[in-house]
């Protein structure tokens, strides 16, 4: 796990991530009641649709019959820019948003930020990812503190000496990356699992269904077994602290022609950037 940056907002100051404490005897220290959102910081422009990231975090937290007011965008900007700034930050970071039950039914409220996660020649070699047999059901689909099984994935995954792992039900359908959506490529056009099935629906997977779109590559939502995502043309993972995320090997085995040109998913990537550009940009 990357470390994070060592300053952090706790409930309105700033303070070293060391010194930090919660309630021993608080739900979210307990029993992992709360909620949280990752983004990803650009200096100087802020948060690429932090509004999204708002509102699905207010879901989480009525999920969780708790009080949504640090769901704020606003709330979460001003908190966000005073991380940074504590952190001096010259380069873009992920920041992530955490609320958490306290005792009495008040929130406990942190900002942290932390690098992204690869380095550009990782991201141009491809990852690595093993498969892992998970069933989440309805949580799958809210950002909750509940997240032992998608650890487990993700540690079973860097045991194999890879750095992802892609959950698979037990019928055999894909569904996403221990930290990331999935999407492949199949006769030149993306594919994606739906939302309806247990997954977080990222706001990162969305832009890149517009943004394939804008950039003229079709694209659905529709169930994928295993062995399409085995035999696909490409495949990436898609993350708000990760962007696109080409997959070069599942299992230890090659995905497409991995480590040659991607030209699918270097079509979404430049439509992605674009996108974002346009919106950060005001524009």
């Given amino acids: ?5 060592p300053y952090i907002w706790q409930d309105g100051k700033i303070q070293r991530g060391c010194d930090a404490a919660v309630p021993a005897l608080s ?3 307990l029993y992992g009641v709360g909620a949280f959102e990752t983004a990803r910081w650009r200096v100087g422009k802020g948060v690429f649709r932090l ?3 708002a509102q699905r975090m207010a879901r989480a937290l009525r999920y969780l019959n708790m009080p949504a007011p640090s769901a704020d965008p606003e709330a979460m900007k001003r908190a966000a820019e005073t991380t940074a700034e504590a952190n001096r930050l010259n380069e873009d970071a992920a920041v992530r948003w955490t609320s958490a039950l306290g005792t009495d039914g008040e929130l ?3 900002v942290h930020m932390r690098p992204l996660l690869y380095c550009e020649e990782k991201l141009e070699a491809g990852l690595s990812a093993v498969s892992f047999l998970a069933e989440r059901g309805e949580c799958a689909r809210h950002k909750t503190l509940n997240y032992a099984p998608l650890l487990l994935a993700k540690q079973a995954a860097l045991r194999a000496g890879c750095d992802e792992a892609v959950l698979i039900d037990r019928s055999g359908s894909v569904l996403e990356a221990s930290t990331a959506n999935l999407f492949i ?3 030149s056009a993306l594919a994606t699992p739906p939302a309806d099935l247990p997954i977080l629906s990222g706001v990162t997977r969305k832009a890149v269904l517009e943004a394939a779109r804008e950039c003229g590559v079709g694209a659905c939502e529709e169930i994928i077994q295993a062995r399409e995502l085995e035999r696909a043309e490409e495949a990436f993972l898609t993350s708000a ?5 080409p997959l070069a090997r599942l299992n230890g085995r090659r995905i497409g022609n991995a480590g040659l040109r991607r030209p699918v998913t270097e079509a979404v990537q430049k439509a992605l950037a674009r996108l974002t550009a346009r919106e950060m940009n005001g524009a």
């Fill in 185 to 187: 490529v199949k006769n």
């Fill in 1 to 5: 796990m990357l470390k994070a940056h």
């Fill in 108 to 110: 406990i409220n942190i």
């Fill in 51 to 53: 509004h999204e990231h």
């Fill in 241 to 245: 602290a990760g962007g696109v995320m």
């Fill in 27 to 29: 739900p979210g220290f």
